[in-house]
């Protein structure tokens, strides 16, 4: 049965998914003490493919990069799943970082990843509220647009 988070979450039409395995030699996770580490999810929807595809400030709006984020959030929230099995054992969002692939000339985005935010506090409410770090970059992986990793307080 869902937990408190995970039936918010359902009531919202967010439906966690099998996270996806990791393409290089690192891991999804790692926990140590009561903090665990995500690697960086990115915008992958449930079925494999890109939510958003190449460069924010290029042909990818704001609005699709912040669909990306989101669709980052998500899959941040199945690797905690999958890591702890309940995601009602999240004490606090403690920090995401976000990578935009972006023109040289983008400026926005913060906006992108409040996609990504805005997620963590629907599904955590105040313990959803975080540091977080937005960093333009030439590149990500498989051309998507946004990837996003993030640290939580885990009981």
């Given at each position: 049965?869902?937990g408190?988070?995970?039936?918010?979450?359902a009531?919202?039409?967010?439906?966690?998914?099998?996270?996806?395995?990791?393409?290089?030699?690192y891991v999804?996770?790692?926990?140590?003490?009561?903090?665990?580490?995500?690697?960086?999810?990115v915008?992958?929807?449930?079925?494999?493919?890109?939510?958003?595809k190449?460069?924010l400030?290029a042909?990818v709006?704001?609005?699709?990069?912040?669909a990306a984020?989101?669709?980052?959030?998500?899959?941040?929230?199945?690797q905690?799943?999958?890591?702890?099995?309940?995601?009602?054992?999240?004490?606090?969002v403690?920090?995401l970082?976000g990578?935009?692939?972006?023109?040289p000339?983008?400026?926005?985005?913060?906006?992108?990843?409040?996609?990504a935010?805005?997620?963590?506090?629907a599904?955590f409410?105040d313990?959803?509220r975080?540091?977080?770090t937005?960093?333009?970059?030439?590149?990500?992986?498989?051309?998507?647009s946004?990837?996003v990793e993030?640290?939580?307080?885990?009981?």
């Open positions: 049965m869902a408190t988070v995970e039936q918010k979450l009531a919202q039409g967010v439906v966690l998914h099998e996270p996806a395995s990791p393409v290089a030699n999804g996770f790692v926990r140590t003490g009561n903090l665990l580490f995500v690697s960086g999810q915008c992958f929807d449930a079925n494999g493919k890109l939510i958003a190449g460069k400030g042909g709006s704001v609005e699709q990069g912040n984020a989101r669709g980052c959030g998500i899959n941040l929230l199945s905690i799943k999958a890591a702890l099995g309940d995601l009602d054992k999240v004490v606090r403690v920090r970082g990578f935009v692939n972006s023109a000339d983008f400026l926005e985005g913060p906006k992108v990843l409040n996609g935010s805005d997620l963590m506090v599904a409410g313990k959803g975080h540091a977080r937005t960093v333009g970059v030439a590149s990500l992986p498989a051309d998507a946004v990837e993030g640290v939580f307080e885990v009981s």
